[in-house]
Every structure is written in structure tokens, then in C-alpha cells.
């Protein structure tokens, strides 16, 4: 499979993102799957345009895109996008939309087509934290998931698509001695196995890895 792995640029005042500084150490192979990389904007609507313009100019069977999560303690591959723009802080545009949905004509949430569950698991065998998201908030990370549903849904029928959170790594936790973080060797190795973990036959496993909170 052709699959482009995307990630943010920094944001909100950190001058790395993991998620950044990972798919850079990403190798062009992995298992089966070639990888493309892609750089985007924490901007909303700048960030999924760009990949947009990307698929237009070559195909792809996937897409995932990865974020920074700062304050999670694990990797954590995302089940929905919902359809709001919530800013709490600015995006790097000073942008920031109040209960704004992302798309006036796109349905209220759309679920990752990929195998969430097999992915999450394959990190937990590489011996590394992880859990199944039901939220990836309301800043540029949800708007880029729901973003990939809209345009599977309205233009690219058989595109794959999905996000994973990573945590801070050490040096952005300094001066954050109550935050968590991850050894950056370890997430990319983690996302490794989460793609790895991605066949053409997109079977998921059935294990029971939801939250009663």
C-alpha cells in the first residue's frame, strides 16, 4: 500500500512536535507499505488543503495523520472526528474558530476506516503504551481527522484514513514537571508497528478497548 503520513508543524509555543520530529525518522519502507511524508500547518483548513493538494497530485491508499497530544502518557490511535472547530488557543495563523463546524454540508462525525483496534494493540506488543481515543479534541488534530472522513466520503471512496496522538518527548517537559512524555526512539518505533499493522484486507480485531468514562 501507498500511504502518506502526515504530521504538524509546532504549535502552541513548543519549538518541536513530536509528531514532527518522528515521521522524519520514519523509514520509506515498512512491512509492505511504502511511505510518503508530508509536512502540514497547524492552521485549520491551511493543513487539510494541503493534503488535499497532495492526493490530487498522486494516489495514495492511506492516510494518517499524527499530532501532538501533550499531557497523554501514550500513544493513542483516534476513532472519530467530529464535526466542530473549538479553539481553545490560537492555531500558528492566529485563527481561532468558536463552534464552527468544519464542513456545513459533512455529516456530524466520521469514524477512522482503519483497523484502530489492531493498530492499538501492535503498539501494546512492541512493548510500548497505548489506548484506543474516542476524542481527539477540537483543535487542528480532530479538524484534520474529520477533514480525511470528508474528503473519503466526497471524493476518494476507497482512501483509508486516520490519526494517532503522540506525547510530549523529554525536552518539552523541562519546564512541564507534571507532564508526561515519551523517548522519541519509542514513538517511532510504536508508529512503526501501528502501520505495520495495516493490511489490504483492513480487518480489525474484536477486543474490548472503550472507556466507561
Do not use: W
Amino acid at each position: 500500500m501507498k500511504i502518506l503520513i502526515t504530521a504538524f508543524d509546532p504549535f502552541g509555543g513548543e519549538k518541536k512536535n513530536p509528531a514532527l520530529e518522528a515521521i522524519k525518522l520514519l523509514p520509506e519502507q515498512i512491512k509492505n507499505h511504502q511511505i510518503t511524508k508530508l509536512e502540514i500547518p497547524t492552521v485549520f483548513h491551511k493543513s487539510s488543503d494541503k493534503i488535499a493538494d497532495k492526493l490530487k497530485a498522486e494516489h495514495f491508499d492511506a492516510v494518517i495523520a499524527i499530532g501532538q497530544a501533550g499531557g497523554r502518557y501514550n500513544l493513542t490511535p483516534e476513532r472519530v472526528g467530529i464535526n466542530i472547530d473549538d479553539a481553545r488557543i490560537p492555531d500558528n495563523e492566529n485563527n481561532q474558530p468558536i463552534d464552527i463546524p468544519i464542513q456545513q454540508d459533512g455529516a456530524p462525525a466520521y469514524f477512522s476506516n482503519l483497523p484502530v483496534k489492531k493498530m492499538t494493540q501492535a503498539i501494546k506488543d512492541a512493548g510500548i503504551p497505548a489506548a484506543l481515543s474516542n476524542t481527539a479534541g477540537t483543535f487542528v488534530c480532530n479538524h484534520i481527522l474529520y477533514q480525511l472522513g470528508y474528503l473519503q466520503a466526497t471524493r476518494y471512496p476507497d482512501i483509508k484514513f486516520g490519526f494517532i496522538h503522540v506525547p510530549f518527548i523529554p525536552e518539552q517537559v523541562v519546564d512541564k514537571p507534571d507532564k508526561p512524555s515519551m523517548a522519541l526512539s519509542s514513538i517511532v518505533t510504536d508508529l512503526e508497528a501501528a502501520i505495520g499493522a495495516i493490511s489490504e484486507d483492513n480487518q480489525d480485531i474484536k477486543e474490548a478497548l472503550g472507556e466507561i468514562q
